[in-house]
């Protein structure tokens, strides 16, 4: 599963909106529909941040595993 994917995943178990994930990360809405539609990859920082947000691993997050 790549990043995009993995990340649309999270949020909507969450039952979170994109706006509502941006701002609890700190970034801008339309920054969230860009990596989900696949246009801009995240920085290194970013992908520790959704991790952490996430409560999962950078590992999972970018598709590299499933658990």
């Known amino acids: 599963m790549k990043f995009s994917a993995r990340l649309k995943e999270l949020r909507t178990e969450k039952n979170l909106s994109q706006r509502q994930l941006a ?32 409560g999962v691993t950078t590992d999972y997050i970018l598709g590299l595993n499933d658990f």
Not at 41 to 54: G, H, I, N, Y
């Open 23 to 54: 701002e609890a990360i700190g970034v801008r809405q339309p920054t969230i529909a860009r990596w989900e539609a696949g246009f801009f990859e995240p920085s290194a920082s970013d992908v520790v941040m959704l991790a952490k947000f996430f």
